[in-house]
């Protein structure tokens, strides 16, 4: 079982900006395309933003235009740049593979809080 760490969580004020990290062992980040998802308690997980191997980017409606996807490859890292932050994304942020998540792959996820 892999559990991912994800990091870069806080508070920040509505339209404010954070970026998240999420670190992925070599032998699945070469070769599998990866997302963050996010969920509020009692809520289902959501995907809203997720990049392939070849950096195809796809995002939820929600945060189109505002979120950004990236992949350093030489650091097996996936980052979601987050900007226009607004009270409604709030919620534990994960990273997975995506589209499909992998159950074991589930980690703590992070906290974003968007608060005045």
């Known amino acids: 079982q892999v559990q991912l760490v994800e990091s870069g969580g806080g508070v920040v004020q509505p339209g404010g900006s954070l970026t998240l990290s999420c670190g992925v062992p070599?032998?699945?980040?070469?070769?599998?395309?990866m997302g963050w998802y996010r969920q509020v308690l009692g809520k289902e997980r959501e995907l809203v933003a997720s990049?392939?191997?070849?950096?195809?980017?796809n995002y939820a409606d929600s945060v189109k235009g505002r979120f950004f996807i990236s992949r350093d490859n030489a650091k097996n890292t996936i980052y979601l740049h987050m900007n226009s932050l607004r009270p409604e994304d709030t919620a534990v942020y994960y990273c997975?593979?995506?589209?499909?998540?992998?159950?074991?792959?589930w980690g703590q996820g992070t906290q974003v809080t968007v608060s005045s």
């Open positions: 997975n593979a995506a589209p499909r998540a992998i159950s074991a792959y």
């Open positions: 990049i392939s191997t070849e950096d195809s980017r």
């Open positions: 070599g032998y699945i980040f070469k070769v599998q395309g």
